[in-house]
């Protein structure tokens, strides 16, 4: 399983790179615990994480079928993905993402704990957890309202709508669009500027910038209480069911 996350480091930069491309980099639960190591273990030594996917595919969410499992068992989001969420609010190395084709679910609501994002042109962030009967996650309902008012958080989380590299961009969910074949190598630039920055000075005003985590966590947690239930719901039973049919036909 470890070798649908790799993990490689190039001086003071990480890279986190999801690596099942047949499943659109669908997260699995050691795809998430390996993520989550990769965060915690990279300070102090690593100066900048960059996390990454395919060409095509950034990442398609939560893997279906495990939360099928959950909700057949009556569970809420597992232990692993938790700690990837958890990792991500409290992650003390700088966050760049390079992101090209679609990122759904998870895939969206990662970018926003994100220090700096770097998108393709054919982007395409969407997070239909509303449709699924479920409700957002990764502090998303937190954050998500925060970084781009709430008509844009709403569209986006609650409606379901997506977004494309000129509405991320305008939502301030990224920070620069390319083309699709420049993305890892702006990223890759963000991230050498952001490791030769002062390293006091920059921790000291990414948590100025960011605040404390426990507020985060926090509403991580609340967010965690309801999707439990709402994987129990009739309408997420019925949103599943229907997904599968879609899918056969």
Not at 51 to 65: E, H, R, V
Not at 143 to 153: D, E, F, K, T
Not at 173 to 185: F, G, K, S
Request: with cysteine.
């Amino acid at each position: 399983m470890t070798n649908l996350v790799l993990v490689s480091d190039d001086g003071p930069i990480r890279t986190i790179r999801m690596n099942r491309p047949d499943k659109k980099n669908a997260l699995t639960l050691p795809m998430y615990e390996t993520m989550a190591a990769a965060i915690e273990g990279a300070a102090p030594a690593m100066r900048c994480i960059v996390i990454a996917g395919a060409p095509g595919a950034f990442c398609a969410g939560n893997d279906l079928k495990e939360f099928l499992i959950a909700s057949e068992h009556a569970e809420g989001l597992a232990p692993p993905l938790l700690r990837f969420l958890y990792a991500l609010a409290r992650a003390e190395t700088p966050l760049v993402a390079a992101v090209s084709g679609l990122a759904v679910g998870i895939g969206t609501t990662m970018l926003l704990h994100c220090d700096h994002v770097v998108a393709a042109s054919d982007v395409r962030l969407s997070a239909p957890f509303v449709h699924l009967g479920l409700v957002p996650e990764a502090a998303s309902s937190l954050i998500g309202p925060r970084r781009m008012g709430y008509a844009r958080a709403f569209a986006l989380l609650a409606m379901g709508r997506s977004l494309d590299a000129a509405g991320a961009l305008a939502a301030g969910l990224v920070n620069t669009v390319v083309d699709a074949a420049h993305v890892e190598a702006e990223a890759m630039a963000a991230a050498r500027e952001i490791a030769a920055l002062p390293a006091d000075a920059l921790v000291a005003t990414r948590r100025l910038l960011r605040g404390s985590p426990d507020e985060a966590i926090k509403r991580i947690n609340a967010e965690a209480q309801i999707f439990k239930s709402r994987l129990a719901s009739p309408e997420a039973h019925a949103a599943f069911a229907a997904f599968l049919e879609k899918k056969k036909s």
